[in-house]
């Protein structure tokens, strides 16, 4: 759910790139952080251990415009994707509003894609959250590399529930399909804002945004 | 669909678990034999990412000759089967999707503040473009685009669903009433009429990524620079500003050597008026403040 805050008239919405270890997710921010503007966004906030891995979150934070008087801004956090941080995972995860789970396109990373995409789950469940109505997105990344996954079988195992949601290939290092992705899950994430704040309600109904 | 796989055994024995690949199961993977796996034990498996045999069941499927290989070894110990070697074989039948499914559609036009980019990222690539669905009927709902890189010479074309459907008529009854005038206004007659107001000499309408939507300030050069400054150059006034007890801001006025001008800014639509000598006559600020008020409500989110 959007953080509105009336007295500063401004919403705020929480985008978190899931995923298993080694999968991209750091890679999606650093080059989104590359191509907004600097007036727009603020500092890409990293924690790494020495191997350069996530250790806590990316944070970059993207300021938009206003929406019915209201300034809207975007929060990007990713998770560390290895096994045993899932109680960072769980506060990052705390009021998301969507989620773009990054899959690592390597054989041999299947397991670790399916065991992190339950563990996202399990963790939005803790949330009384589902992906049957959050907006999220599937990014099959390093679609660069020599023998990967086919897209039939990611999609098999990771975009067969009933809700089918919009998938895409991409090479975060490049920039392939990076803002592709990230424009689809805002859309969905707007469109439902839309639906379920802006839009007029019946008479006597309350609007959060209006009133 | 065929009942049975049949696998490459070197590709499996390349792959044996590291602990437990003794010189005579190494020696197999150099070679070329295979077995027939049931397709009934990888099915059940696929979702997982992960496919294993237990070590007894493996030791079933050798052919005769290989099976005393995996003598020694926990009959319960799990080997895995590399999904490679099963995808060169699977039948596309046994990764169908579930039929029941429902594609996700957004229902509505909705441009992001990451469209822009997302669309320039399509090119660039030579992928196809990010474009919303096209089953899509609605007037868009929000254009929040933010710009990412310089913006383009004019003159411009409307590069936006936003900014295009801002050149409509507006046929705001409203915004009639506040210029007293019978004729349907579209967006380049609101602007012209926002010049004329009294003590102004010109009126420029930008979007908030630089573009120039329409209007004019008499130097073109002029105009390009405040398309492109002023927006961000208010964004960043406005959010200091939202740190204070001082309110939104609303306007910014720019006293010049030789010229004065104020910018507005709600939405993304920036607006930039010319002074002719001194700033605003009384009411005339409010009025311009209306206007485009007015002008994002029929035409944005």
Redesign the interface.
């Known amino acids: 759910m959007p953080i509105i805050n009336y007295a500063r008239k401004e919403i705020q919405f929480k985008v978190v790139y899931y995923g298993p270890a080694l999968g991209g997710k750091t890679s999606n921010l650093v080059y989104i952080h590359s191509r907004i503007s600097p007036v727009h966004r603020g500092d890409l906030v990293s924690l790494a251990t020495a191997s350069d891995r996530t250790l806590f979150f990316d944070f970059l934070p993207v300021n938009a415009v206003v929406l019915n008087g209201f300034k809207t801004k975007f929060q990007l956090y990713t998770v560390p994707g290895q096994v045993i941080y899932n109680a960072t995972r769980q506060l990052v995860l705390r009021n998301v509003d969507a989620v773009v789970f990054v899959v690592n396109s390597e054989w041999d990373k299947m397991e670790k894609n399916v065991e992190s995409f339950r563990n996202l789950e399990e963790n939005l469940q803790k949330q009384n959250l589902s992906l049957d109505t959050l907006p999220y997105a599937l990014q099959f990344n390093k679609r660069d590399l020599k023998d990967i996954v086919p897209t039939d079988y990611l999609e098999y195992v990771l975009n067969n529930r009933k809700r089918r949601v919009r998938s895409f290939e991409s090479i975060a290092s490049t920039g392939l399909n990076v803002f592709a992705t990230l424009d689809s899950v805002t859309q969905l994430l707007l469109h439902k804002f839309n639906q379920e704040y802006v839009q007029p309600r019946p008479a006597g109904g309350s609007d959060p945004v209006r009133s | 669909m065929s009942s049975n796989l049949r696998l490459g055994l070197n590709s499996i024995f390349l792959n044996f678990p590291h602990d437990l690949a003794t010189p005579e199961i190494r020696e197999v993977s150099q070679t070329e034999p295979w077995i027939e796996v049931p397709l009934s034990l990888i099915q059940p498996q696929?979702?997982?990412?992960?496919i294993i045999v237990t070590t007894a069941k493996l030791r079933e499927l050798l052919p005769t000759d290989l099976k005393e290989r995996l003598n020694g070894i926990d009959p319960a110990v799990e080997i895995p089967i590399?999904?490679?070697e099963i995808?060169k074989h699977l039948p596309?039948e046994a990764?169908?999707?579930?039929q029941?499914?429902?594609?996700?559609q957004?229902?509505?036009t909705?441009a992001?503040?990451?469209?822009l980019?997302?669309r320039?990222?399509?090119a660039r690539?030579g992928?196809a473009p990010?474009k919303?669905s096209e089953l899509l009927s609605e007037p868009p709902?929000?254009e929040?685009p933010?710009?990412?890189?310089a913006p383009e010479p004019q003159p411009q074309a409307p590069e936006t669903l936003a900014e295009q459907n801002l050149l409509n008529p507006l046929s705001s009854e409203r915004l009639q009433a506040i210029f007293m005038t019978d004729k349907t206004l579209d967006l380049h007659g609101a602007i012209e009429q926002i010049g004329k107001l009294p003590g102004l000499r010109g009126c420029l309408l930008s979007h908030?990524n630089g573009r120039k939507l329409t209007g004019q300030l008499g130097d073109p050069e002029q105009e390009s620079v405040v398309s492109n400054l002023l927006p961000?150059l208010f964004?960043?006034i406005s959010?200091r500003i939202?740190e204070t007890k001082f309110g939104?801001l609303e306007t910014v006025t720019f006293y010049c050597d030789r010229q004065q001008l104020s910018t507005f800014m709600?939405?993304?639509l920036c607006l930039t008026v010319l002074h002719e000598n001194r700033p605003f006559k009384p009411g005339v600020r409010e009025k311009i403040q209306t206007v485009i008020g007015e002008i994002i409500q029929l035409n944005a989110?």
């Open positions: 696929l979702a997982s990412g992960r590399p999904l490679q995808f596309s990764i169908q999707r579930r029941d499914q429902e594609i996700e957004v229902p509505v909705i992001t503040p990451f469209t980019q997302a320039e990222d399509a690539f992928s990010t919303p709902l929000v929040a933010l710009a990412s890189e908030q961000a964004q960043q959010d939202s939104s709600q939405g993304q989110f």
